[in-house]
């Protein structure tokens, strides 16, 4: 019975803080930082997941409408494979590609979801870049779900950030 209460609480706790935020004024500019998991989709088979560090600001023009910059690091890995050349000698190798990326963008906010579209340039890769995204602001948290489309290599991410 205890946690039934202790859940309740939380629950409610939580919807307070979604309703206080989409109804009060936000500052004009919010930083955070976020972390995000990295799925490869198209044109990065060798490459199996990757992980991103990122620093974010949000300028907020009005209630609904905000400027974004995010500039993050991003490390791809893929399995480890071994073979043997022609000399026969053994050779190990483990994919790993490091992607910085900086990006800029838009965001409609209808009260605490979101859709947002950033471009800009990703090293690494070595090409220009746009990133359609969705996601959801609560308490001090920003979950949010992105397609990144960078040259011809393609994935998927799920972000998430704490507001300072």
């Known amino acids: 019975m205890k946690r039934i209460y202790v859940l309740l609480f939380l629950f409610g706790f939580i919807m307070n803080n979604i309703v206080a935020q989409s109804n009060s004024e936000l500052p004009p500019l919010r930083v955070y930082s976020s972390f995000s998991y990295n799925r490869p989709m198209k044109n990065i088979s060798k490459y199996e997941y990757g992980f991103g ?41 483990h994919p790993n590609m490091s992607v910085w990326d900086f990006t800029a963008g838009l965001r409609a906010m209808a009260g605490p979801a979101y859709i947002e579209a950033r471009g800009g340039y990703y090293t690494g890769v070595d090409s220009w870049g746009y990133v359609p995204a969705i996601g959801i602001v609560f308490w001090k948290l920003d979950l949010q779900a992105s397609y990144n489309i960078v040259g011809k290599k393609e994935w998927a991410t799920i972000r998430l950030g704490y507001y300072f």
């Not at 400027?67 to 690091?73: P, Q, S, T």
């Not at 022609?86 to 050779?91: D, K």
């Open 53 to 93: 560090v990122y620093t974010n600001l949000d300028y907020n023009f009005s209630k609904h409408f905000a400027g974004r910059l995010d500039i993050g690091w991003n490390d791809f890995s893929g399995p480890e494979t071994t073979y043997v050349d022609q000399n026969g000698s053994v050779h190990t190798e």
